[in-house]
Nanobody, 128 residues
Framework: QGQVAESGGGSVQAGDSLRLSCATS??????????VGWYRQAPGKEREFVSS????????HYADSIKGRFTVSRDNTKNVVYLQMKNLKPEGTAVYCC???????????????????WGQGTQVTVST
């Protein structure tokens, strides 16, 4: 068994910051040893890739829409991956979820549910 759990979501105003956490355990932690990705799904829209990070934390990948404002990092001693989000915009309102998989960091962009280990997500609401 493997588990992935996100936390840290909330309601903020445009321009604020939030830090999301993605905790992995069991087989998910083993997969997370390869790569972890962050994704978001806004109401009525398709899920989109946000960011990913490799096992060591030395390589990361970002979607163009959030590049320069979001930073992904990990603490392997705690099996936790973080997504620091700054200067949040109203279009960032979405359910953010993370997934762990045995893929290269760039391969996480195309990861689909059913492959790897996915969390349930955490809601982020950004108001004007």
């Amino acid at each position: 068994q493997g588990q992935v759990a996100e936390s840290g979501g909330g309601s903020v105003q445009a321009g604020d910051s939030l830090r999301l956490s993605c905790a992995t355990s069991g087989r998910a932690a083993v997969s997370a040893a390869a790569a972890v990705g962050w994704y978001r799904q806004a109401p009525g829209k398709e899920r989109e890739f946000v960011s990913s990070i490799n096992w060591s934390g030395e390589v990361s990948h970002y979607a163009d829409s959030i590049k320069g404002r979001f930073t992904v990092s990990r603490d392997n001693t705690k099996n936790v991956v973080y997504l620091q989000m700054k200067n949040l915009k109203p279009e960032g309102t979405a359910v953010y979820c993370c997934a762990a998989a045995s893929r290269l960091v760039w391969g996480m962009e195309s990861l689909k549910p059913g492959i790897g280990f996915w969390g349930q997500g955490t809601q982020v609401t950004v108001s004007t």
